[in-house]
């Protein structure tokens, strides 16, 4: 399970993500307190929220094609240093009371563009580190450290914005992408990889031309997209309104999302060691255990089953990942790597949005527990169908 470790590369860059993990885990309860407190309009914390993801749905593509293009460590090298700029720079204002709404979202902005570039690049990068035969191993061990910071920080953050504010919790943040920074300036220069022929524009193009020979993987970004619109993002804006409504308020909603993360952290471990011989196949039956939690809800049942099916959607989105990410870097060719994570990112990151737009205005019409229901089926009619297609079941694994 530890072998990936012991190449020095991949410890160093797994170090660096593991620290800057605890400070992403902290962002987004800092950031919305911050707004809070700054005009206490949720419009304006949406606005922000929505500064956040904006770049990243539209540059993920282009940042795809810079991670193929030229060196991933430098890219991911500086992506870590635009964010820590960006961070710091809102720690600063916020601290001295210098802050205006317009600077949260430009800063926003700019961080999610880091991020854009940064993820593309990093799915290739673990290939070289890593080496094809460990990197189900080193992106679960990636996804173990996720969770752990996820728990430290469901814990930590909200104290930490009460006793000495979100600015300070922001520079956490901050400080955490120089660590990353220093750790990816650390390693062994890379390999010379293939390089697109063309301009960035044209890598693009051959990315989704790359992307398209691949059905399974066309099936396999629709579902995430469909499952995002239909199950995902309606639990993350009706699961606080139905804890506030029926379970007692935010402590029992705390109490769900860090199950979730124990979850996770147990998919990270089941990932390291389970290969099954047709992953495709294996991580869309595994997205069944999603079903139960916007069944309970629905319910809504007792905390204590809410909590239990929580962890097993924690579980099943970092096995899901998991199989999923390694899949790319196993069936395609390295020097396409970036671009098709970026293509699969794309889905995901569109989806959401749309699902919490429509999940407010459905919830208002239907009610909470009738639109959490179909949350419920939409999850197995979309994956049965998803398995129904057969490319689904031809990518095979000899490991498995």
Known sequence: MFAPLAARGFRRYYLGQSASAVGDSLTPLAIAFAVLHLTGSPVDLGIV???????????????????????????????????????????????????????????????????????????????????????????????????????????????????????????????????????????????????????VLAGIGGGFAEFSRHRWLWVWTIHSALTN??????????????????????????????????????????????RPGRPVAAALLFFLLMAPLPALLAIPAALWLLALAAAAAGMELVVYNVLQTTSIQRHLPEEFVARATSVTMLGALVATPVGMGLAGPAAALLGSGPVLSVCAVAAVLVTGVSLLVPPVWRIRDESG
């Open 229 to 274: 619109v239909l199950v995902v993002s309606p639990i993350l804006i009706l699961g606080p309104y139905v804890a506030d409504q029926h379970l007692g308020g935010a402590p029992a909603w705390s109490v769900i999302g860090i199950a979730y993360a124990v979850g996770g952290l147990a998919g990270g471990f089941v990932g390291a060691r389970w």
């Open 49 to 199: 929220v929505l500064s956040t993801r904006l770049p990243v749905i539209l540059l993920t593509l282009l940042g795809g094609a810079v991670g193929d293009r030229f060196s991933r460590r430098t890219v991911m090298l500086l992506a870590d240093l635009t964010r820590f700029a960006a961070h710091g720079t809102t720690a600063i204002l916020l601290l001295t009371g210098a802050a205006h709404l317009w600077m949260l979202v430009a800063l926003q902005l700019i961080a999610g563009a880091g991020s854009a570039f940064f993820a593309p690049a990093a799915a290739g990068l673990v290939i070289g580190l890593a080496g094809r035969e460990h990197v189900q191993t080193a992106n679960s061990l990636i996804s173990i450290s996720r969770s752990a910071a996820s728990i430290l920080a469901l814990g930590a953050a909200g104290a930490l914005v009460a006793l000495v504010g979100p600015g300070w919790a922001i520079l956490v943040d901050a400080l955490t992408f120089l660590v990353s920074a220093a750790f990816l300036y650390r390693l062994p220069l890379e390999t010379e990889q293939p390089r697109p022929s063309g301009g």
